[in-house]
């Protein structure tokens, strides 16, 4: 694919003329590699806006092996889109590509190169012809030869910068004297071309940092919980690859994503922690995303958010409060707004030892499969100062906020027409996220310990249960006094995949609107699931997201609902927390009416006042055959027995 087969007729073609409705508009082509430097021409598009002397352009060189998802990102720009061969064969007045690769020499117009990542970091043997991406393994040796000279820098070397001798490009952006300093000792030719101008991607990172509240609650994130983000770059040797020479883990450790995956669900509590994935665009359109989600499917049941390739990268950055990373420019953009980062992979001979991502590796901390997941991300994240990486940070970009003023200068001073003065050079601000609350359908093992019975107070751990990992040990909660003594109990969401679950489980879930048609009010529903589910204690009608409705196997029909927090806003804890603290307390022997009217539910840091309220009981259903009321009685008592724990003398 470059760009599709058939060639245009209008805006440009032979008989264009005939066709258009804006004549002698300046030319402007935007030259997509793959979905990763497309990204980056989209953040500068906005500055071509409101001017009716500009005709933009698309086009796919073809070079690149991840084409997938190119097709659809150039329909969601809605530019007129060039085969690559027409491109070649049509004059513009500007180019704008964001890689290297390809015939960019055979295109004619004025050329300029932005970089799609934080400046130029990546070493990659030297090319025996131009591709977009580099080579995913080290150096090519003949056997029994040893280089002398390590590779050179993607973007910075000859190879890349120069054909027949003389630069490629007309401008070459860099977002840091840094930059400029490699650039001249690796290709002092191509220096005359650098122009520095920022970063767009970072400016439009820093204007939205005032929004880190709202980005945090669209990720479904409360107060007193902590976002982890597990950010990957592609290749081999990435976080998400699985070649260990690239880990930061024990010298010829095994492939570290499966333990990482596991541990996340095994160690971080649910309603304590909310995790995310952000990963390189190759791996999502290098794999398939089919593929993808599935390899993340039993993180992804346990409550992990996979976001998508294209948007919502930046603002989970934003919202995060951890960052477990690798080489990549996403983890180094985290660090440069102050996010405490950690390692899980970093293979430094890769990288260009003077680049500033080279120096992330030499400063953070690094992820050690020998330790406790949870302690290591909570010292990360306790230990931090927000200046840790603040030199790391200046190095981002030399001119912060200004990149839209300088990229707009230099595009139109090469197309030789002023700028439109009655609209500033803007570039478009992160949108906020669609609500993600949440939502874990793999099976989940619940630890309360009763605070206080009166007035009742109790405070709730749940972890998800996926694979083979073991079941969560009380000990390791650091909330709970040695000698704490917790019961447990086990819940299963009702579209779980583990069906077989659901007919041990002490309290079942689902969610569904009040009104949903499918399932009946909730007081249907939960009649129905108690009879269904004949050994489940409780069972929990999620209709909000701050409210459910329960019904407990004595037949009480009760509303749950959370406080607002002092701005009027929901509380953003699961319901089914409520659901798992109420059936705690009855199974404890307390009664109903002593939870009136409202319980504490404490997950972590963070208290949740809920509201107790007894619903009127709607006409009773006939009872169905083979009640096992008694067994389940006998079966739940068993089932809730005090777990002490080894701390406890």
């Not at 390590?150 to 004297?177: I, K, N």
């Not at 190759?282 to 993340?296: C, E, R």
């Not at 009640?627 to 079966?635: E, F, L, Q, T």
Request: proline share 11%.
């Amino acid at each position: 694919m470059a760009g599709g087969t058939a060639r245009l007729r209008v805006p440009v073609g032979e008989d264009a003329d005939r066709w258009i409705t804006r004549t002698g508009c300046r030319r402007v082509l935007l030259v997509v590699h793959n979905v990763t430097s497309a990204t980056r021409l989209l953040d500068v598009l906005p500055l071509f806006h409101s001017d009716v002397r500009v005709q933009m352009f698309a086009t796919c060189t073809g070079s690149s092996p991840f084409l997938a998802g190119v097709p659809e990102l150039l329909a969601r720009a809605g530019l007129p889109v060039l085969p690559w061969e027409q491109a070649k064969d049509t004059d513009f007045d500007l180019v704008v590509s964001a890689s290297y690769g390809g015939e960019l020499g055979s295109l004619r117009g004025k050329l300029t190169v932005l970089s799609h990542g934080t400046g130029y970091n990546k070493r990659l043997a030297t090319p025996n012809h131009r591709t977009t991406e580099p080579p995913n393994h080290r150096t090519t040796e003949p056997p029994n030869h040893r280089t002398t000279e390590p590779p050179p820098v993607f973007g910075l070397a000859p190879d890349w910068l120069l054909e027949d001798g003389r630069p490629l490009a007309t401008a070459t952006v860099l977002s840091h004297p840094e930059q400029l300093d490699r650039l001249r000792s690796a290709c002092p030719e191509a220096a005359p071309t650098a122009v520095l101008a920022g970063d767009p991607c970072y400016d439009r990172i820093l204007a939205a940092l005032p929004q880190r509240d709202r980005f945090r609650r669209a990720l479904g994130v409360g107060p007193g919980q902590r976002l982890i983000v597990v950010s990957s770059t592609w290749a081999s040797r990435s976080l998400f690859g699985g070649d260990p020479a690239g880990g930061a883990d024990e010298p010829g450790a095994a492939d570290l994503l499966p333990w990482l995956l596991s541990r996340l669900a095994a160690e971080l509590p649910a309603d304590e922690y909310r995790t995310a994935a952000v990963l390189h665009p190759n791996i999502w359109y290098g794999h398939g995303p089919g593929q993808v989600q599935a390899w993340l499917d039993s993180a992804r049941r346990a409550g992990l958010e996979a976001i998508p390739p294209l948007d919502g990268w930046r603002q989970a950055l934003i919202a995060a409060d951890c960052v477990l990373g690798d080489h990549s420019s996403v983890t180094y953009y985290a660090a440069s707004i102050g996010i405490p980062v950690v390692l899980g992979a970093f293979p430094q001979e890769d990288l260009d030892p003077r680049s500033p991502v080279a120096a992330l590796g030499r400063t953070a901390p690094r992820l050690l499969r020998r330790g406790s997941l949870r302690a290591q991300i909570d010292r990360a994240i306790d230990a931090h100062h927000p200046d840790r990486y603040k030199a790391l940070a200046e190095q981002t970009s030399s001119s912060p906020g200004e990149s839209a003023v300088l990229l707009r200068r230099l595009f139109y001073d090469l197309m030789g027409i002023p700028e439109p003065e009655a609209h500033p050079a803007l570039l478009d601000p992160l949108p906020l996220p669609p609500y993600t609350p949440t939502r874990v359908t793999a099976p989940i093992r619940v630890l309360v310990r009763q605070l206080s019975a009166d007035p009742p107070e109790l405070a709730v751990t749940r972890y998800a249960v996926v694979g083979d990992a073991p079941d969560p040990d009380p000990a390791r909660d650091p909330a709970a006094p040695a000698g704490t003594a917790y019961t447990a109990h086990s819940a299963a969401d009702e579209e779980t995949r583990e069906t077989g679950r659901l007919s041990v489980a002490d309290v079942v879930v689902r969610r569904a609107a009040e009104d949903d048609a499918r399932l009946g009010p909730p007081a249907a529903w939960a009649s129905e699931a108690l009879d269904r589910y004949p050994y489940c204690g409780l069972v929990a009608y999620v209709d909000g997201p701050d409210r459910c409705v329960v019904r407990t196997r004595e037949g009480d029909l009760v509303r749950l609902s959370a406080a607002t927090d002092p701005d009027g806003r929901p509380d953003l804890c699961d319901p089914a927390v409520y659901a798992s603290a109420l059936h705690a307390w009855l199974t404890d022997g307390h009664t109903l009416d002593a939870a009136l009217p409202v319980i504490t539910v404490r997950t972590g840091t963070a208290a949740h006042h809920v509201t107790v309220e007894p619903l009127p009981q709607p006409p009773p259903a006939p009872p169905s055959a083979g009640s096992h009321a008694s067994d389940w009685a006998s079966s739940a008592r068993s089932r809730s027995a005090p777990i002490r724990s080894p701390f406890s003398s």
